[in-house]
């Protein structure tokens, strides 16, 4: 995990996943439906983003990653729960 340097990890949803991943890098940097590789190593492909007036389907999912938070603990990165 020598790649992970980032000070903040984003915990995202993958389309149809239930738990939370951690990626480095900003969802707003990666085009929807483009995959990005979680702390993990797993892919996430992240969701479209949710329209403005609706609440995000995320929302709800609060189970995360247990290989995910074991690698980001030892970042000492600062946590952005992100909705989409
Ligand atoms: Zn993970």
Request: with cysteine; aromatic share 4%; charged share 20%.
């Amino acid at each position: 995990m020598g790649r992970l340097k980032s000070t903040a990890v984003f915990w995202v949803v993958r389309r149809g996943g239930l738990v939370r991943h951690a990626i480095t890098v900003s969802p707003c940097a990666h085009a929807p439906n483009s995959a990005v590789e979680g702390a993990c190593g797993a892919a996430v492909t992240l969701r479209l983003p949710t329209p403005n007036d609706r609440v995000p389907k995320t929302r709800t999912v609060t189970a995360r990653c247990a290989e995910c938070t074991a690698a980001v603990g030892r970042l000492g990165a600062r946590d952005v729960v992100w909705d989409s």
